[in-house]
């Protein structure tokens, strides 16, 4: 799977790069996602076929994203 880069509005370069793992039950239909810039590091998931098609809206992405390691559940 490729990477791919995202400029934000802040001028920051976000690369989206697919994790090597996902939960069992999300492998077929939803990818994670490692979104990373200098300095900060993210997570978040993406249906795979948006990934794989070119399609994913990486602003919406990057919106919805959480810090590694954090839980939304919290």
Known sequence: MIDRDFVAPDRR?????????????????????????????RVVTCDRADWEDGSPDLAELLARSVVSGASRHI
Do not use: I, Y
């Open 13 to 41: 370069r976000w690369t989206f790069r697919p994790r090597p793992r996902a939960r069992a039950g999300e492998v077929g239909k939803v990818l994670a996602l490692d979104v990373v810039t200098d300095g900060e590091s």
